[in-house]
């Protein structure tokens, strides 16, 4: 694994000023990354280092190279980590909520970059996030998931515009409407997640689900979904009992969330 890791696969952590050791300079934080993997002069991987600084954009990385963490911004704080992340090259790059408390402005920088050096890396990218912004801008496939579990699968525009499973219905529904009515309430999905180490008998999301009744006999409390082929056909998969959801949502769910599409339906 310590092969793989960061070679093959690399990581952008949530809070970067703890993922980064307060005691070493960036520059040394990211040479030494380049060279667990790279039979190389510490020179060398310097100046690797600064290429890649000043490729996703850290100003004057000849200088800044030689700070440490707490001296870089929270942008600035997690372009070095996208540099660390990318300087082997990885296949597999994983983002955990990489715009977190970042302003607006900073958040859409990081997301342009990490988008352009997708495309000249091309790596594959996965992003953890529960902002569907930025699921609807970065991703091509999104996964939903609840309690630790997949609840439903499926091209971006497919989950965003179709979605067949109750939770991401909650999702949806969470995030306010820019062009709705400004007085309007969000709705959030009811009650608490559950403790993953005592999930609920059933569809763990059951408890907080206002469509389990909908359900034949007592299925949603005892009994576990699978991950099954959804309404919209083979790509789209969903865990949920529900017998038509496509149906429910459009009829019951998008009027509420979002007049103006249903309508247009």
Known sequence: MRRRRGR???????????????YYTVGNQIIEAYRVHN???????RARAIEMLDRVGIPQPDRRVDDYPHQ???????????AMGLINDPGLLIADEPTTALDVTVQAQILD??????REF????????HDLGVVAEMADDV?????????????CKEILTHPEMPYTWGLLSSVPDVKGDTDARLLPIPGNPPSLL???P???????????????GDRCRTELPLLVEGQRGPGHTKRCHLANPEDIYATEVLPVIAPDLAEER
């Open 8 to 22: 093959e696969v690399a990581m952008i952590f949530q809070d970067p000023l703890s993922a980064m050791h307060p």
């Open 39 to 45: 039979d190389v002069s510490k020179q060398a991987a």
């Open 72 to 82: 870089f911004s929270g942008g600035m704080r997690q372009r070095a980590m996208i």
């Open 113 to 118: 970059l990490l988008q352009d050096l997708q």
């Open 122 to 129: 091309d790596s594959a990218v996965i992003i953890i996030t």
């Open 143 to 155: 996964l939903v998931m609840y309690a630790g579990r997949a609840v439903e699968f499926g091209p």
């Open 198 to 200: 005592n999930p609920p």
């Open 202 to 216: 059933g569809c763990p999301f059951n408890p907080r689900c206002t469509h389990r009744d909908k359900v034949p």
